[in-house]
């Protein structure tokens, strides 16, 4: 299991995390990110790809 | 041409964000030999973006904008505080400013580019904002009651007048286009946004260039071409950047605007021919992008260097593998959306494709009210090629889509 974190206080809810992990991010209604904190391994590669992409540098994943 | 020797390092030039994402793709694509980066800045890469936002509006230092380091770089090699000053693709060598000449296996060219500077004589209280040290000096100069006046206003100008007045100082654009962001927004958004920064009070000298930086110790006024004089503490030049490619210069690689390269992100020289062993990522790289068509062209968007530093180390891995995997990872579609953001005051731009391609006949909204938050097209021969928002994300989504599927 892979657990992911976001800094709330940095994200501007740019959404570029949607495309490369759907699974675990998304903007709602309001325009604002919401986020499932933890992903399967198998889907390592989509979150480090949301963590690379994010212009804040908002989203770690915790080792 | 001389065989590669296999012991040499892959040789990254340039260590930004670029640089770092093409170390991290050669690891995860199973490359394990020596990396070696090279880069002129002394600081590990870090995110260029909040410089004109939220860092140059806080304290600015290097942790809060650093790059986190992955466990897989932990044995890349980092050369910092050197330029590269030449190189022999016949020799496989690149000649450093200390005066060092190393081998590279490869080279992965990732030098990007640097603000462009007018040409008047230094003076204390000119500044530009590229680099970190940039954004410290500047910062230090951006006290409450500073009269700024920013030259250029495309969304560099824009957000450092934006954030510069929201620190308290009064904030002038002086420009030479007819609106703020004209060219990459067309007309009508332009305009809009000209009337959004006025009523932040922001003023806009357009269809002006400076003539004269006055001032004795320090920066205290700024001549325009139509005669005003402005008067100024703080001048911040946003005036365009340049291809850091004089350490090409003579190599043989098609340097007519940054650095040519194909769908692969190889280097190719001015004859025609890609070069296996050599990369370019980037805003530096001119390559053609099949979500719009076959002409190569630069990128100056926050994504590029990730993308195209991620595709780069894939097709380079695959070359130094020599597995017989390599023609299937260059036949692997590469068509990266480009995409940026700007936040102006409460002003939030998001933007998708390439809006630059359309004329401004061609520019409709898709939702919303210009005046509030809307929803923007762009069109080249009646298919999407590009969408932005005003204070809109979520909705951008399907046009996003849309454009990735050929516009249609």
Redesign the interface.
């Known amino acids: 299991m892979i657990k992911i974190e976001v800094d709330m206080n940095q994200c501007q809810h740019y959404g570029q995390c949607v495309f490369e992990a759907p699974d675990n991010f998304k903007l709602n209604d309001d325009d604002k990110l919401e986020y499932v904190a933890e992903a399967p391994d198998s889907e390592r590669d989509n979150i480090e790809a949301a963590v690379d992409v994010c212009p804040m540098q908002a989203i770690r994943i915790v080792e | 041409m001389s065989e590669a020797n296999p012991a040499a390092p892959v040789v990254i030039v340039g260590a930004a964000m670029g640089g770092l ?1 093409a170390a991290e793709s050669l690891r995860r694509s199973g490359y394990t030999g020596a990396i070696r980066v090279v880069g002129d800045e002394l600081h590990a890469p870090y ?1 260029r ?2 410089l004109s936002k ?1 860092v140059l509006a806080t304290d600015v230092t290097h942790e809060a ?1 650093a ?2 380091s992955r ?1 897989e770089m932990g044995d890349v090699e980092w050369m910092l505080g050197v330029r590269a000053s030449a190189v022999d693709l016949a020799a496989r060598t690149l000649t450093t400013d200390d005066g060092n000449v190393q081998e590279w296996r490869a080279l992965v060219i990732a030098t990007g580019l640097r603000a462009r500077r007018l040409d008047f004589a230094p003076i204390a209280g000119r500044h530009v904002v590229r680099s970190l040290d940039d954004a410290m000096a500047l910062r230090a100069e951006l006290t409450v009651g500073a009269r700024v006046v920013v030259v250029g206003s495309g969304f560099l100008g824009c957000e450092l007048s934006a954030t510069a007045s929201k620190l308290g100082c009064s904030v002038t654009i002086v420009t030479p286009s007819v609106e703020p962001m004209i060219r990459p927004l067309g007309d009508l958004v332009a305009k809009e946004m000209r009337r959004r920064l006025n009523a932040e009070g922001v003023e806009i000298f357009s269809g002006v260039t400076v003539a004269a930086i006055n001032g004795g110790a320090s920066v205290e006024s700024v001549e325009l071409s139509d005669g005003r004089v402005i008067e100024a503490d703080v001048v911040i030049e946003s005036v365009g950047s340049d291809c850091n490619i004089e350490w090409l210069e003579g190599s043989g690689l098609d340097l007519s605007d940054g650095v040519l390269a194909d769908n692969a992100m190889r280097a190719v020289t001015a004859d025609g021919r890609a070069r296996d062993d050599v990369y370019v990522v980037g805003d530096i790289a001119r390559f053609p992008n099949p979500m719009f068509d076959d002409v190569p062209r630069r990128i100056e968007h ?2 590029i260097p ?1 993308d195209t530093g991620k595709r780069a180390g894939a097709v380079l891995a695959a070359h130094l593998a020599d597995d017989g995997s390599f023609d299937d990872v260059v036949a692997k579609p590469f068509a990266p ?1 480009p ?1 940026f ?1 700007s ?1 102006q005051f409460e002003i939030k731009l ?1 933007a998708y494709g390439l809006l630059g391609l359309v004329s401004d006949d061609d520019i409709r909204i898709l939702e919303g009210d210009l005046a509030d938050q809307v929803a923007v097209g762009y069109y080249r021969d009646d298919r999407l090629v590009g969408v932005l928002g005003v204070g ?3 909705a951008l ?1 399907p046009y ?1 889509k849309q454009i990735a599927e050929g516009g249609n």
Do not use: Y
């Open positions: 994402r995110n973006p909040p939220e904008v790059f986190p466990a926050w994504n990730t959306m995409s953001w936040n998001q809109m994300k979520a989504l996003r």
